[in-house]
């Protein structure tokens, strides 16, 4: 670990402003992901910004009908909203697949979007990685690439985002909010947070530099039938595989996002209206152009299999 | 004390202590935090400095160049230990790479270095400050390729790589039914929760090590022998272990490194290996390939038997002995065994929970149960029918390739007969208790919801080892018995069981008994490993006690043969005297170890077990969850229930996690394993275990010692991920030979998801 300074931000511009003088500076917030890559040396900013004193852990209603969830909201605490619960079951659920009771307690909705790749080549700074360190290779392609993504992938990099609560987001519609250095706040579709890896993998999202998420806001529930669908190789405390967020409505129309398949929660709403043609087709459209590794392809048929799954759940649910 | 005879009445029969569920004596200060675990021994010697490892960065080449600068001058670095600068170093007996690496490097993350700070965050930092040039090497890391060009290894722990007995090739030629597959297991971790820690005081020439480590005497020769210094010169505590697994068997890094950075720094040292080290700079158990060939009469009587493995090492290592079980758990005439040694760049393998047989039942325990759908008969019916006495294929050991060997021929008994065998009763036990006449034999045909549901069966089997092992035990005049052995608590219950022994043999109890373990100042043990420990350790103390009960007859006027030692008084004849007037002022202390004739050799010596497993598959992912276990084992007396169950769960649980999710991965460019750490490397957590079920049958062993005890801490792994697999397959219809049984290797053979 480089040894770091730190200081406690009062406000989101004063945690903004600070990150601008400090171009080393890291926001931490529950610190599950960032401390760990310190511990191992895979990030190594010079200053901490600790922004748990933001004020940001509220859950309220908007004026449109949705939910503004604040930046600093623990994991544990948005599972178990009641309007969560009710409204948003499909993110709930999402939550509750991810890690450990432990984690979730501390891990907020911020620092989850903002988690970075499981993939061990990353986490090795023995092995060449063009995520940590740009230009220096991808040691997954061609060796271990089971975890890896199929889709949305690039010569240079083939990692997934491993959150699972932003799949959900991204079935939801979410947006993110921001403020920057400058004082100025914007809103960021979720589908547009992330970036594709292309050449320069080690840019995950399109936040700018000192740019501070103040909170994500979810529109206006829309009904129909939740469902979080989370394949892994042990019980608990794993990975995604494969993850399936699906909304389906009583007419068999509805959204589904992937993750463990891409960089970023992976939906493509074209696809979405072959739903109600079953899992088949719509898989097709919705992994066009998907680019496997022999060890991972049979994530493929697996998301085929779960798509199918999840949508015979859904049908015998209206029952 | 010898024990060459089979065992008589002897004080443990009274079965006062010993055969009781006991809580372990040491749980209150387990479960508080108050054990004293290697790292945390702040106390015991002042000023202690940290270090931190450097592991090498490629799998084998030379290091061209290590630029120490930077380290050298950031904050708070006292010394930095190289090979360079480390002076000359042997490497001990029981390791197969050096411990501390460079300028050659023989496996990735070997240690090449330990930075030693003020501070552990220092420490660390300044670690990542070394820059190391590497010449890379080429390497062999692919055991289906490396296995072309394999060898018999040298004959050791599992026997000679060969056995034959009668005309294989023939029977299986004229055999009506016949099978053969090919089975893998991978590479797995001990991946203990504790990880390797050590801390290191010189005083002049005199090193103490505070450690964690299961086999003290094995591990102060190997560090002796490393430092080149006199044995007598170096001391090793290890009371508490937070799991071992076989991965603390021996001298380790942590330990090497601690003592050599402690003498650099010229102050105490600790180390604990990194977590993301475990997997590559320690040992691990070796991949297998495995053929089983089975050829048998119409019947299910079979005719011919062969099992063949292959494993790799590094130059100078050992085998993963997967064949040892196949020699003697089922009968048939004609029969062959061969263990392949191929050459791998890989850190070194070396023994895991139940070597051998862990990995070797995985194999055959799968091909009797195809065997079993072959002949159209049950998996049970079919091993019961092919159950034996004798042992069907013993080889002899090759006599010593040195002329000088002054070792006495040993004499060899082909067939000997087992000292205990109920493998029948125990499948019986279990079939009734698990309701295996509820399970399905057509595959694929039950379903409960989404899950497909299946049944599987294993029978268990572990060989039964019995090791020399010393103890001293004092009696004091308040009547307290206290027993020093350098015997290892790894988890297990050996406090427990040693107190146990000594409150049955002197008359006193539980609590006027005090157990001090792990101190290599004490009588030397047969450590923990092979799951000899809890038999023999407490034979150990059999040992002594017997001396001290004589001790104690003649001081207070017994006839020792007639003495009765119980309630803390000595009794005979209308005479009871308190036990403690014996001890006088100053204490009665006796010393003796257990060593063992050729019973061993005269009987065959095992343990025995049937696994059922309930498993449910869910039908469109393919994802396994086990629902229900059940062990039924006949493993001689169980010295205390409570913590053989513990045993015997705890290995359970291993089993699921070889079956289903336990590999480590091998980078085959790289030559390393790549799920170095305990989120890639993923071994069962609770959600992942069911319920979970043991029942030991009542038995006795007068063979095996004057415990009449045998091991269950291996038994209870043997087998269970075969009845795994099996249930599996009773599910859904798929076989797999390739462990583990995750779920991509059985999508693609599902039913179509409606
Ligand atoms: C053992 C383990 C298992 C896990 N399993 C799962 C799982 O199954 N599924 C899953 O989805 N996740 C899993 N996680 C990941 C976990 O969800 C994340 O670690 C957690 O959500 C990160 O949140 P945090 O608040 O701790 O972030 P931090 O570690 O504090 O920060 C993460 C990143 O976000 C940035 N950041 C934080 N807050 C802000 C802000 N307001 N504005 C801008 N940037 C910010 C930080 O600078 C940092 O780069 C697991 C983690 C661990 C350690
Ligand atoms: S997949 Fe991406 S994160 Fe993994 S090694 Fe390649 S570049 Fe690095």
Redesign the pocket.
Known sequence: MRPFTFERAKTPADAAAAAARHPDA???????????LMKLQI?TPAHLID?NGLG?EKIEATQEGGLRIG??VR?ADLAAHHRVRRDYGVLSRALV????GQ?RN???T???L???TRCPYFYDTNQPCNKRLPGSGCGAIGGFSRPHAVIGVSDACIATH????AVAMRVLDATVETINPDGSARKIPIAKLHCLPGDTPHIETV?MPG????GVTLPKPVGGKHIYHKVRDRSS????LVSVAAIVQPDGTGRVALGGVAPKPWRVEEAEAELPRGAKVFTARLLAGARPTPENAFKLRLVERIVASVLAEAKGAQV | MKFDMPATTNPIDQLKVIGKATERIDGPLKTTGTAPYAYERHDVAVNQAYGYIVGAAVAKGRIESMDLTAAKAAPGVIAIVTAENAGQLDKGNLNTAKLLGGPAVDHYHQAIALVVAETFEQARSAAHLIHVDYERAKGAFDLAIAKNSSTPPKPGFGGPPDSAVGDFVGAFESAPFQFDATYTTPDQSHAMMEPHASIAAWNGDKLTVWTSNQMIAWSVGDMAKTLGIPKENVRLISPYVGGGFGGKLFLRADALLAALGARAANRPVKVALQRALMMNNTTHRPATIQRLRLGATKEGKLTAIAHESWSGDLPGGSPETAVSQTRLLYAGANRMTAMRLAVLDLPEGNAMRAPGEAPGMMALEIAMDEMAEKLGLDPIEFRILNDTQVAPDNPAKPPSSDPQSKAPEEKHYPHPPFSQRRLTECFRTGAERFGWNKRNPVPGKSREGHWLMGIGVAAAFRNNLVMKSAARVRLDNKGVVTVETDMTDIGTGSYTIIAQTAAEMMGVALHQVVVRLGDSDFPVSCGSGGQWGGNSSTSGVYAACMKLREAVAQKLGFDSTKAVFADGQVRDGGRSTPLAQAAGESGLVMEDAMEYGDLDKKYQQSTFGAHFVEVAVHASTGETRVRRMLAVCAAGRILNPKSARSQVIGAMTMGMGAALMEELTVDKRHGFFVNHDL?GYEVPVHADVPHQEVIFLDETDPISSPMKAKGVGELGICGVAAAIANAIYNATGVRVRDYPITLDKLIDRLPEVA
């Open positions: 890291k926001f931490i917030a529950g610190g599950t992901n960032l401390l760990d990030e922004v940001l930046a600093l994991n697949a991810g890690a450990s984690l501390m891990a907020t911020a620092g989850n903002l988690q970075r491993p959150s699972d609560m936040l740019e501070l998420i103040t405390f794993a990975f995604a | 989120a």
